[in-house]
Structure formats: C-alpha cells, structure tokens
C-alpha cells in the first residue's frame, strides 16, 4: 500500500508499506525441515522534488527485514536480517523518456547478517552427495555506504533494458 502526495507543483511525499513473511514445510528420507519468520510491517517513505519534467532529485527510507534460510552451529535458522536502508540520487529522463539514468548514494545499514563459521553441522551431512551444512552466526550493525548509477532503455511501454549499472562499495 502507498500513496503519493503532492506539497506542491514540484514536491511530492510517498509514503506506503508492505507486510512480509516467509515460512516453509519440507520432508525428506534424509531430513525434515520447517521455517516460519513470522510477519513483519515494513515502512518505506520518500520525497521527491522536480527540477524539471525530465529531472528530479529524490531521497527514500525503507526498513529491511529479510528472512535467511542458514543455521547455526546447533541447526537452528538464524533470525531475519534487520536494519534500514537510505538514499539519496538524481534522476532523469531522455529522448522522450526512452532513456532514463539515475545516480545515487545510499547507506544499509543491517542486524543479524549472517557470516560464516566454516564449522560443519553435526549430522548435516547428506548421503545422496556427501554434503553438509555449514554454520552461520549472527552479524550485528553491518554498514554498506555506496555509490550507484545505471541507465535504462526503453524500446516499448512494456520493455526496459538495462544498458548499465554500477554499484561501488564505500
């Protein structure tokens, strides 16, 4: 759900949010598995001035919530990645909107990232392949500060290509 609202003939607010989840039931001759990471509200929010009907500058927060599908040294699923997610770019619209190319910086900021241990789960091992899992642990207060900026064609209302993107890690 999101609505956009309009200060004036150049600003704009978007305001909205989304319900999230992830959960699955699974057996087999060799394990049985299940994952439930309950319900999440996720707000997002943004604001965009028009500097002209081609170009506009924009900034936007979201929280992140995203369910992992690794374990810890005892089996059990880590708990989803937390954190939020801001930005700030330029974006802009060319030849009649068949080009379209944006640059921004941005900052992730994440909970409960995993990272791994290198251990191997006791009795993961699967007879089919001789796989096992690895352990995972819990990251807290990751920081991404980045840069990126991509440029998009469109050959019909339907169709976008992506000529170029670029994403560098600060």
Do not use: C, M
């Amino acid at each position: 759900i999101a609505t956009r609202l309009r200060a004036t003939e150049a600003l704009s607010f978007i305001v909205g949010s989304r319900l999230s989840w992830s959960d699955y039931s699974s057996r087999s001759p060799y394990t049985t598995a299940s994952f439930d990471s309950g319900r999440q509200f996720i707000p997002y929010a943004g604001v965009v001035h028009d500097l002209s009907p081609a170009h506009a500058l924009y900034a936007s927060y979201t929280d992140i919530f995203q369910p992992q599908q690794v374990r810890d040294i005892n089996g059990d699923y880590l708990d989803p990645i937390l954190g939020k997610s801001t930005e700030i770019g330029l974006k802009g619209s060319f030849f009649g909107d068949r080009l379209n190319a944006s640059a921004a910086v941005f900052e992730i900021v994440q909970d409960n990232l995993a990272q791994s241990t290198g251990q191997i789960i006791a009795g993961t091992t699967i007879a089919i392949n001789d796989t096992a899992l690895q352990s995972d642990l819990q990251a807290d207060n990751q920081i991404i500060v980045g840069i990126k900026a991509n440029i998009v064609r469109k050959r019909l209302p339907t169709r976008q290509y992506l000529i170029a993107a670029y994403i560098i890690r600060i």
